[in-house]
């Protein structure tokens, strides 16, 4: 008799006891990023103060007699004599070799600022070249160059030349971080161009072997 007291006594417990079970919940976090270059190149304006990726040579003739137009600020006739001169002293004078169309040929603004940055304290050297296929035929020299010869006037071909670090054109050492290299860019056109519009792509990398 006292057991069934009992088991009737912890059956009104059972049903009277909420039941108690476990619950869990999940979430998923997903992250991700992409870990880039310890160096990065810019080309910026003349002042550094904004990126540029395209610059106008404008209307141009073998003779410098072109309505200057575009980002050009000087040009120069290339005269038989290997000289460069102002298309106003010029004629009758043997101008042959053609005209350069220059960008940054002032004396306070180069044309472009190449800029690097880099990490870890190290340095790099930055080399141009120009893609297969061009059709402008693209010069450079030192920034604020004088422009009244050619010395110091550089074809830039399809061959990688070297503008910063050991012997650049540019600049006789490798630029460390947030330093820049700066330069004058010219166009040549010369009698046997044909009419037309014409472009090149130039290619700047900067190269550091800390990395």
Known sequence: ???KKLWAFLSILALATPAIAGTTATGNLTLNGTV???I???IENST????????????????GAGSMSGDTD????????NSLVDPSSAFGSGFTNGAFYIIGSNTSNPAIKVRVRITGGADADVR????TGNTLNPY???????????????AITTTDITIAGVSGTLSGSALTNDQSVDMDLAAKVTDSDTPGAKTATVVFTAESNAF
């Open 74 to 81: 000087a040009v120069r006739l290339h005269k038989t004599d």
């Open 1 to 3: 008799m006292k057991n």
């Open 40 to 42: 990065s190149l810019q």
């Open 48 to 63: 550094g103060t904004a990126a540029v990726s395209a610059l106008s040579f404008g209307n141009m003739n073998s003779v």
């Open 128 to 131: 141009m070249k120009v893609n």
């Open 140 to 154: 450079y020299a030192a920034p604020n160059n004088a422009w009244n010869s050619t010395t110091g006037v550089n």
């Open 36 to 38: 880039q270059n310890a």
